[in-house]
């Protein structure tokens, strides 16, 4: 019985180290490097979208909107935002005016996935390797703290019609790690003890950004958003949780004072 919870950890285990590997030499490297690998993320989830609002049909359109996503996320880093800022809604005018289905989702979800690149793009420019390291690791603890939890402990369902294996075990063992790992964090760099309450708000938009895509998975009768990743499925099954983190932080700047928080400035 236990194997059978765990048949899936291994394609996980590898596929998951060979992201966190390339994620993690981008992010220190910073500059171009990681401009890149935000970029290619943001295309293939935006890709993957279309294939989802879109099926059975597949549309010609949706490799145009793919590509203007990416090059919304790479204009980021070569012009003022000012600038930028039109080429991130391109892709949503341009599916509401041309996919055959679903066009709301496919507008507001999009949209979502380029801010949220934006936003990374953000906090490794200017926070730098130590903070961006900060909102990987409470995403990813949430992540792998909320699958054992969740597959051990098991009980009541979080939300059974849309996500059947997620549990409040496991969103509760998510939140755990994440305030753990603010501690952590706390300790190590000097910031304050507000960062505990902002890593667990990070961990639960992590798990909405999660379930979001889980319920517009679920609508169309999809498992995964597609079979790129081995044990994953998907770019969007894998970076759904960094999407949630990542926009939610970009509220959390304009709501605290965040350097104050990390820097104590």
Not at 75 to 92: N, T, Y
Not at 228 to 234: K, W
Not at 237 to 257: I, K, N, P, Q, T
């Amino acid at each position: 019985m236990m194997a059978a919870q765990f048949q899936d950890l291994a394609p996980r285990f590898i596929s998951g180290a060979v992201l966190a590997l390339v994620g993690l030499i981008a992010m220190w490297i910073g500059g171009w490097v990681f401009l890149l690998l935000v970029t290619v993320l943001i295309g293939l989830m935006v890709w993957e979208l279309q294939r989802i609002c879109t099926l059975p049909e597949t549309t010609p359109v949706g490799v145009l909107l793919a590509v203007l996503a990416a090059l919304a996320v790479f204009l980021w880093g070569v012009l003022p935002i000012g600038f930028v800022l039109p080429f991130a809604l391109l892709p949503a005018m341009l599916g509401i005016g041309n996919l055959p289905r679903n066009r709301t989702i496919f507008a507001v979800y999009s949209s979502f996935m380029i801010v949220a690149g934006f936003g990374l793009l953000h906090l490794r420019q200017d926070y730098g390797f130590v903070w961006m390291s900060w909102l990987v690791l409470v995403v990813v603890g949430t992540d792998v703290f909320g699958y054992f939890a969740g597959r051990i402990i098991g009980g009541p369902k979080f939300w059974p019609k849309v996500s059947p294996k997620k549990t409040w075990s496991g969103t509760l063992a998510g939140w755990a790690a994440a305030a753990a790992i603010g501690a952590i964090y706390v300790l190590a760099t000097g910031a304050r003890w507000e960062l505990v309450g902002v890593s667990i708000a990070i961990s639960m938009a992590s798990q909405l950004g999660d379930v979001a895509e889980s319920a517009v998975k679920r609508r169309m009768g999809v498992k995964d958003a597609s079979n790129i990743i081995p044990g994953h499925g998907g770019v969007m099954d894998r970076f759904d949780a960094m999407l949630g983190a990542s926009v939610f932080l970009m509220l959390v700047e304009r709501l605290a004072d965040f350097n104050l928080i990390v820097w104590g400035l």
